[in-house]
């Protein structure tokens, strides 16, 4: 698989590299690792909060029934 990087970003993963001493295949590889569980976090969190927001909604709506609003 090849994978166009733009020079900032090579600049960047060249820096890296140079102050943790590993190579930039390994800095690359941890920053994708880290990244994608950050995302599957971040998309639980989103689940999460979509459940609270349907929560509230029933409640609410519950709450002007019950209250002829």
Known sequence: MEIEIS???LNNIEKASKELGISKKEVIARALCLYLKNLKE???????IEAWEDVGIEDSDAFFKKHNL
């Open 42 to 48: 971040y998309v639980k969190l989103q689940e999460e």
């Open 7 to 9: 020079k900032d970003i």
